[in-house]
């Protein structure tokens, strides 16, 4: 039996935990279809960059050290062939959710059946908004087809002429999905919510665009291309890292096809024209249904409160029981330590802190590392008040931030214009980890005062994504903050880190010594155990120490959300090992790591996962927790998730997302039993 699971085919494992959850009758309606639209984005990303780097894989016949089970040859068959099979369940998932919204009164429409007044409404929205965005192309005009950019839809049209059965003419119109939504809700007044694609909206006018034929029919087919979208950064000392992602970016969407999805029902002559025009591989052709990325479907419209059953009810985001007696955050967390948890509690206190230090007089600068923030941050609003205030801000903006890095090529003009002091991107590292440090001038000397996170600092997704943020006037801390962010301004200064886990200086030798203490303990008879939290899990090293732990009798327990290259439950291999993967209403994005040590817990949350570009190619920071009520609480935190059995998965050898046996147990959904353990915190004044 293999050792490890294969990367890729671990996360398509996970995509099907995703499906699963679009499957549960128990979820509502239109959150089943929000997880149908992640689903589709998550396979768009996974082709764009994981396939892509597959087929490069093969094509230079490399196979690096930490490529883990099989080769990349076999690994690509294997990833196409489950990737056909979920893309099939996929579609009749979307059918089968949308048959059942209609029964609610959520009515998907097409051009065709459409009332008096909502064809009216229809033309008039097609003439002001949809025809002016729209550029025909008549492909027997022209000797080279269009280029397909990538993730971008398009309709191929079958102009069948009068008179000429045989006769066709091919057009290409691309759905301008970027400046209009995918979704508009047509009038009804019958009290049911009339929803048509924007793709419908063009097969409504297509009579119009080409009324200058005289034609017997006209059709329209839903094309999509997806691209390898890596990004190529070169080792060229004469440009800099920003320019370089600049340039690679918009390279990005000329990359090489790697999966061409095509409406089934498409005529076999036209679908040879396109792929012999884009010399497309059988292999990378995939058949599916009329619509295409589907991942808008996170889009889809608000229905307003008399559809509000259709989704799952988020109860409001809590006060901490410290802050809330405080009105200065400053002044709390001068006292003691404070741990937030998103999306439980409520992140107003991170901008309440940025804002308040961004007018205190006696705040003398604030450093922050930012990977991805929201479109309209208040965070960088708080950043640009500062210096507005005098302070100096000093920031560091994660340009190979995959997907954001257009936005975050934004969001360093805009501070450096308002005079931010920007560190430039270490080539080859990632500064993943999530930090802030406020120095403020003390009644004897510097006070400095430090944020570290599990997830980035974005009020938009700390309303979904469930992460941790330390805040600490902890000097031992503080100052090791304060180190780390002179080596990000001075790569060439080096520190040690006594309190701090921080990669790639001592991550993985502290997690080695952590492990060994505890098969230490194992042996002596001493209790033992490893309790961890992740995203992925794939580092073939850490893998490997865990099983000598399992096999020296040390518990292991893992939350992992995604990849697991581990194999758990194996006789005389992982026998002491247990994963389960959540999939819920929040995406579950925490890193906690928990060591019995002899019954003296050590406990870190990190932004780290365990996974080699982690450990080599990123800045990450794990953080130790050295109050005893926020570690009791950490580990009351994951000894919830680890009891879940409603939207826990097994994570086995068979990768078969099994659910857990809840014969004689009382059923526990974590995330709404995390809210209820620290709503009585709140309600007794403990937490």
């Not at 909502?118 to 492909?139: G, S």
């Not at 002179?486 to 006594?498: G, P, Q």
């Amino acid at each position: 039996m293999n050792r490890y699971v294969n990367r890729e085919l671990s996360w398509l494992s996970f995509n099907e935990r995703v499906l699963q959850e679009a499957e549960d009758v128990k979820v509502p309606l239109l959150d089943r279809l929000q997880f149908l639209g992640i689903f589709s984005s998550n396979l768009d990303e996974f082709f764009s960059v994981r396939v892509g780097t597959l087929k490069r894989l093969i094509a230079s016949g490399q196979k690096p050290a930490t490529f883990l089970g099989g080769t990349p040859k076999t690994v690509l068959e294997q990833v196409l062939s489950r990737a056909k099979a979920l893309r099939g369940r996929f579609e009749i998932d979307l059918a089968t959710v949308l048959k059942e919204l209609e029964k609610k009164n959520v009515i998907m429409v097409d051009e065709r059946g459409l009332s008096p007044q909502q064809e009216e409404y229809l033309r008039d929205y097609f003439a002001a908004e949809v025809r002016p965005r729209l550029i025909p192309i008549m492909l027997d005009n022209i000797d080279d087809f269009p280029y397909l950019y990538n993730l971008v839809i398009y309709l191929a049209i079958v102009i069948k002429m009068k008179g000429s059965p045989s006769k066709y003419k091919y057009a290409l119109i691309e759905v301008p999905a970027d400046v209009l939504p995918r979704f508009s809700r047509l009038p009804g007044g019958d009290g049911k919510a009339y929803i048509i694609m924007l793709d419908d909206i063009i097969r409504y006018g297509l009579k119009d665009i080409f009324c200058m034929f005289d034609y017997d029919d006209l059709s329209a087919y839903t094309i999509k291309m997806t691209r390898d979208s890596e990004l190529d950064i070169e080792s060229d000392i004469t440009t800099s890292l920003f320019e370089q992602i600049s340039r690679s970016v918009k390279n990005r969407k000329y990359g090489d096809p790697v999966r061409f999805v095509y409406d089934r029902e498409i005529p076999e002559d036209f679908l040879r024209y396109i792929a012999e025009k884009n010399r497309l591989s059988h292999e990378i052709m995939i058949s599916g249904g009329k619509y295409h990325n589907a991942r808008d479907m996170a889009t889809f419209p608000d229905l307003g409160k008399r559809f509000h059953g259709l989704r799952y009810e988020h109860p409001e985001p809590l006060e901490h029981a410290v802050l809330r007696n405080y009105t200065s955050v400053l002044q709390a967390v001068s006292e003691q330590d404070v741990l937030l948890h998103f999306p439980y509690q409520s992140f107003h206190y991170i901008i309440d802190l940025l804002r308040e230090a961004a007018i205190d007089k006696d705040v003398v600068s604030i450093k922050m590392t930012l990977y991805r923030v929201a479109d309209d941050s208040q965070v960088v609003n708080a950043l640009i008040n500062a210096m507005r205030n005098g302070k100096k801000v000093t920031v560091v903006v994660e340009l190979q931030a995959r997907f954001d890095e257009e936005a975050n090529i934004y969001w360093t003009e805009r501070l450096a214009e308002e005079g931010a002091n920007i560190i430039p991107d270490i080539p080859g590292v990632k500064v993943h980890c999530k930090l802030l440090l406020i120095t403020r001038k003390g009644k004897r000397d510097m006070q400095r005062y430090a944020g570290i996170s599990t997830g980035n600092f974005n009020e938009s997704t700390a309303g979904i994504y469930a992460d941790h943020t330390l805040l600490t006037g902890d000097p031992r801390i503080t100052h090791e903050v304060g180190n780390l962010f002179e080596f990000l301004e001075n790569s060439f200064k080096s520190f040690s880190y006594r309190h701090l886990l921080v990669s790639p200086f001592s991550l993985t030798k502290k997690l080695s010594r952590y492990i060994k203490n505890e098969i230490k303990n194992a042996q002596d008879g001493k209790d033992a155990y490893i309790y961890a939290k992740l995203n992925s899990f794939s580092h073939k090293k850490t893998i490997n120490r865990l099983y000598r732990a399992s096999k020296s009798g040390v518990k292991i327990k893992l939350v992992n959300r995604g990849i697991c290259c581990l194999v758990p439950g194996v006789e005389n291999l992982s026998e002491n090992i247990e994963v389960i993967s959540i999939v819920d209403k929040y995406l579950e994005h925490s890193r906690i790591y928990i060591f019995c040590n002899d019954n003296d817990p050590l406990v870190f949350i990190s932004s780290a996962d365990w996974m080699t570009r982690n450990f080599e190619r990123r800045i990450e920071v794990g953080v130790p927790i050295y109050d005893d009520g926020i570690k009791g609480e950490l580990i009351d935190y994951i000894t919830i998730q680890l009891s879940d059995n409603v939207k826990a998965r097994v994570i086995n050898a068979d990768q078969d997302n099994c659910e857990r046996n809840v014969a004689g147990r009382k059923t526990l959904r974590s995330q709404d039993a995390i809210y209820g353990y620290l709503e009585e915190k709140l309600r007794s004044g403990n937490g």
